[in-house]
Every structure is written in C-alpha cells, then in structure tokens.
C-alpha cells in the first residue's frame, strides 16, 4: 500500500487549506486511517482519523476547526483545514493501517505512510 499526500502551502491565520493523501495499492474502504503532523523539533502528533466506516476522531487542538473526510469511489482521504493558526504550522503525514486494528494516536502503530506535505501559516 503506498500514500502519497499533497495539497500544504504557505497560508495567512485564518485562512484554509484542503489536504489529500491518495492511496494506491489498497482499499480506502477497509483502512483506517489518520493524519499527524510534525513541526520543527518537535514530535510527530496525532491530528485527526477516519476510520473505514467513517467515523472521526480529532486532537483537541484541531477539533472544531479541521475535517476529516473519504471519497471512497476515489480512493482518498481529505483533510480540510480552517480557520489555521501559526501552531498549525508543520510537515503532515497521512497514515493507514488495515480495518482490523484499532484507530489510536500513536505513530508507530500505523503500517503505511506518505511523504510529508508541509504547511505554513503566517501570523
């Protein structure tokens, strides 16, 4: 299964961004799967998942503000980005792992990654 993640840029706080990670190789409808991000020196965190029946899960830090979505026709996953901050800013990741196992939080149990897509936002 490969990941492939686009769609970050450099944006102004409050503005918005529309990432996609294209999954080749396998099925969007039997994986669960999660964005992270990872800023400067920092540790790669959890942002938000969507599990193969659609079902989300967010950091608190996004919730509210973030939207994690599937076109499974597509085999894609999204997440839509509003109202951004400056502690937004960093690489993101979109990860899967098979249906079977559980949706968590914690990098090392996702199986399949994409390359990072960096976002910017700009105070």
């Known amino acids: 299964v490969q990941l492939q993640a686009f769609g970050g840029g450099l944006v102004q706080a409050g503005n918005s961004l529309r990432l996609s990670c294209t999954i080749s190789g396998g099925t969007v409808s039997i994986l669960n799967m999660a964005w992270f991000r990872q800023g400067s020196g920092k540790e790669r965190e959890f942002v938000a998942a969507i599990r193969w029946g659609g079902s989300t899960f967010y950091n608190d830090s996004v919730k509210g503000r973030f939207i994690a979505s599937k076109d499974d026709a597509k085999n894609t996953v999204y997440l839509q980005m509003n109202s951004l901050k400056p502690e937004d800013t960093g690489a993101y990741y979109c990860?899967?792992?098979?249906?079977?196992?559980?949706?968590?939080?914690?990098?090392?149990?996702?199986?399949?990654w994409g390359q990072g897509t960096q976002v910017t936002v700009s105070s």
């Open positions: 990860a899967g792992k098979p249906r079977g196992s559980p949706v968590v939080r914690t990098p090392p149990s996702y199986e399949y």
